[in-house]
């Protein structure tokens, strides 16, 4: 007879997504909205969950609160996953990174990068859903949100679990229970205990996945989250098939089948089932289990699940095999589920997966760099409150030391004038970095000044190769700024300087260099751009600053750019000369009308 209890893990899996999903984040009451009561409802009844976002949604309960809308779809997204509810799920996740746009929030942005890629995972496409996964973790850990970092590690965790990486997952695991432990997050400590047990079931540890399973029931039964102890229950079914304990496994499926049941979980319903089935082949009550998959393959039959269906027909080909033998209709239903099983999870050659996970890695690193800065200036502060500490109980012993005395008194003066050259030292290293900033940065915009721009230029022209490169020099002018300046006020002046200074930033390439010359005068210095490039981002930006909205005394202030380009070749010989020829190409802009774009003669 087959060995059954195998078949199950993976649409355990597919099953536990949300589960875990919905527990990523800690939450609190917003607005007179209970998020965190909320989270339990969507995770307990998912369907009852959407129609209650949708609900808060619609009556406006987050409007001008874009921190609670994007809590509020998270869980929602995590429902709409477990209910296979593929079209809310795309409305949420939209909804999502248009919350992303408009508020600049990566982590909403990421949050929708989670639920799409788990989305991906459970339908089948591994690699797709991990790439996407491992994207929002790395947009994440750029971010300083402890709380986001905690969600991405059981995301990750969650989705190499998934497409059957379990070594990998482990890994995430582990560092997810770090995080989870640093918090003191009840919920988090409980789905650690669920991450950790699917990782170790994946990677063919069933007596310590079953340890895990009960730690997370029990944490769960302790929160009074009863349907998600009996989903618990569920998957620890599986691995009690496993090393035949069928009878248990039995009792624990039907926990959590009398659970999706309660709350009309269509897919909860067909996993439970299937689990019972396993159970029940194991006990050679194959009629019960005939009976218990023709229920589990009707409820999957109109969902977009292979993986789940799959499995099921794995447990109805070992049921077959069990009673008929080696038939043709065993190794037909075989061949079907083997079949569905490939249909999927397949990472192709991994090397996109490795490079983002190489990039995970190196970003949490760096975090890991600032926590150690952190901790080793805490310890500084320790060691010197040590030392003042110290001094204090010398003092106390000089006064009782008499004979001492003296030796005391030098001892601490020793000991002060230490300190003030220590202290003297790091004032005078603080002074210095901050006149050389300084010396190189403008002090209204803090980008660079023209001392940044001559010593950039200095290093690229007298390259042998300088004149055919196509370097980049462009000179711009903000129109009418004086006119701007004596209607709405310096002040207003200096804030339209600084957000054309930013944008500038945010438009030219990551080797190009933005230095403010003085007044509403920018030069950007773009190495390697070319004579095309250079029209194409000049446009690009004489567009992006006509675009700027800016207010005034709620009067809408427009403002313009003229831009002068000149490529440094042979004309230009040196740098003042090519200064004076994009200077002149700016001039013909401004005389030709201005909020235009002009090249110097080659």
């Not at 789905?191 to 170790?200: I, M, T, V």
């Not at 009550?285 to 799959?310: F, N, S």
């Not at 061949?335 to 997966?353: F, S, V, Y």
Request: net charge negative; glycine share 8%.
């Amino acid at each position: 007879m087959p060995t059954s209890g195998s078949s199950h893990l993976r649409h355990l899996v597919a099953g536990m997504l949300p589960i875990l999903l919905v527990f990523a984040c800690a939450c609190a009451q917003a607005n007179g909205f209970d998020l965190a009561q909320y989270r339990l409802r969507a995770a307990t009844d998912r369907a009852a969950g959407l129609e209650e976002g949708w609900r808060v949604l619609a009556d406006g309960v987050f409007q001008g609160n874009p921190a609670g809308e994007r809590m509020l779809l998270w869980y929602m997204g995590a429902a709409a996953i477990g209910a296979s509810e593929d079209d809310a799920l795309d409305a949420i996740t939209t909804r999502l990174e248009r919350l992303a746009r408009e508020h600049e929030d990566e982590v909403a942005r990421s949050y929708a990068g989670f639920l799409r890629g788990a989305r991906l995972i459970d339908a089948g496409d591994a690699r797709a859903g991990l790439v996407m996964v491992l994207e929002a973790a790395n947009r994440v850990f750029a971010q300083d949100d402890p709380l986001a970092r905690i969600t991405a590690a059981g995301e990750l965790c969650s989705a190499y679990i998934a497409a059957d990486l379990a070594q990998t997952a482990l890994e995430h695991c582990h560092r997810y229970r770090r995080l989870a432990q640093a918090s003191g997050d009840a919920v988090f400590m409980a789905r650690a205990d669920y991450l950790d047990a699917s990782a170790l079931s994946r990677a063919g540890q069933p007596q310590q996945a079953i340890e895990r399973w009960q730690g997370a029931r029990q944490h769960f039964l302790a929160l009074g989250l009863k349907g998600l102890a009996a989903r618990t229950a569920g998957s620890m079914a599986g691995d009690l098939i496993i090393i035949e304990r069928h009878a248990e496994a039995l009792a624990m499926a039907q926990e959590a089948l009398d659970a999706a049941i309660a709350v009309s979980s269509p897919i909860s319903m067909a996993i439970s089932r299937g689990v019972r089935a396993d159970a029940l082949v194991g006990l050679k009550r194959y009629d019960e289990a005939q009976t218990e998959l023709d229920q589990a393959l009707a409820l999957v039959a109109p969902m977009e699940q292979p993986l789940l269906l799959g499995d099921l027909l794995q447990t109805q080909a070992d049921l077959l095999l069990a009673v008929e033998g080696d038939s043709p209709r065993a190794r037909e239903v075989q061949a079907r589920a083997l079949a569905l099983k490939d249909t999927g999870m397949h990472l192709g050659d991994g090397q996109e997966l490795e490079s983002l996970e190489l990039k995970f890695r190196e970003r949490e690193q760096q975090l890991q760099i600032r926590e150690l800065e952190t901790e080793k200036r805490a310890q500084e502060l320790a060691l010197e409150q040590a030392r003042l500490e110290a001094e204090r109980s010398e003092a106390a012993l000089a006064r009782q030391r008499q004979v001492m005395w003296a030796v005391g008194i030098l001892i601490l003066a020793l000991i002060a004038g230490l300190a003030v050259v220590i202290r003297l030292l790091r004032a005078q290293r603080r002074l210095a970095e901050a006149l050389r900033v300084q010396a190189y940065r403008d002090a209204l915009t803090g980008i660079p000044n023209r001392r940044a721009l001559n010593e950039l230029a200095g290093a690229l022209l007298p390259e042998p190769d300088s004149e055919e490169r196509g370097h980049v020099l462009m000179m711009t002018d903000l129109d009418y700024f004086k006119s701007i300046n004596d209607r709405y006020g310096h002040p207003f002046g200096d804030q339209v300087l600084a957000t054309v200074a930013e944008l500038l930033q945010s438009l030219v390439p990551a080797t190009a260099l933005v230095t403010r010359m003085g007044g509403e005068e920018f030069a950007l210095l773009c190495p390697d751009l070319g004579k095309a490039g250079a029209i194409e981002l000049a446009s690009s930006i004489r567009r992006a600053v006509g675009s700027l909205v800016l207010e005034s005394r709620g009067e809408r202030v427009l403002v313009t750019i003229s831009i002068g380009v000149a490529v440094f070749g042979p004309g230009t010989r040196d740098f003042s000369a090519w200064i004076r020829a994009a200077d002149a190409a700016l001039y013909r802009a401004k005389a030709a009308g201005r909020n235009c774009v002009e090249l110097a003669a080659d």
